[in-house]
């Protein structure tokens, strides 16, 4: 008898849990650092020493990827159940000068299947380089203060706030944030993120 009351104890502190999803490309995988030093593990220690309730993190980031695999990449991980979805995609669009429109959509239905799945989202926008143009520049952040108006979302607006153009706290690249870089990004997303917990 003591042994199932093991199981459900066991099963019902796991249900207490929250589960927290990142969906990013590169900048949230945390490419050329560590995942130990990557943003969202900083954000996971974080919470651990902030939060007396339990939290999984799990870092769905792909480098490389577009927002075109986001919805796929959801569904896959609402197995899972995540609870909160930090939903930071969109800089490989831009680089590649996607159609805004053609992002807008692909985000809006992430965010759609996150809602339809009581998943609380956490917009993280992105800019682009000038030299794409002033005009192209606009529609791009748009797409992200559009979204943010029309399900009224948690709003990072710019993630790579105080950290893009700082030489110090990127990589030699000058794109990728160093180990440095991914503290200040934790510190950006980490004070909206802990408003939905």
């Known amino acids: 008898m003591k042994y199932w009351f093991i ?3 066991f099963l019902f ?3 207490q849990a929250k589960t927290i999803l990142f969906l990013g490309d590169s900048l949230t995988e945390g490419y050329g ?3 130990e030093n990557a943003y969202p593990k ?4 974080k919470l651990i020493e902030d939060k007396s309730e339990e939290l999984k993190i799990l870092n769905g980031s792909i480098s490389g990827s577009t927002s075109a695999s986001a919805f796929k990449r959801l569904r896959f991980f609402l197995k899972a159940k995540p609870d909160i979805l930090i939903l930071a995609l969109g800089a490989n669009d831009g680089l590649r000068g996607v159609n805004t429109q053609t992002t807008y959509q692909n985000l809006k239905k992430v965010i759609e299947l ?9 917009l993280c926008g992105v800019r682009v380089p000038p030299n794409y143009g002033a005009n192209y520049e ?10 943010q108006k029309e399900f009224n979302l948690p709003f990072v607006p710019r993630i790579l706030e105080g950290v893009a153009g700082v030489p110090e706290l990127n990589q030699a690249d000058g ?4 180990e440095k870089g991914h503290e200040v990004l934790a510190e950006t997303v ?3 993120l802990k408003d939905l917990l």
């Open 7 to 9: 199981v459900l104890l």
């Open 13 to 15: 502190n796991t249900a």
């Open 33 to 35: 650092v560590s995942r």
């Open 42 to 45: 900083i954000i996971e220690k």
């Open 114 to 122: 996150a809602i339809e799945n009581k998943i609380k989202v956490l």
């Open 138 to 147: 606009k529609k791009f952040v748009a797409i992200f203060t559009r979204l």
């Open 175 to 178: 794109i990728h944030p160093n």
């Open 190 to 192: 980490y004070e909206k």
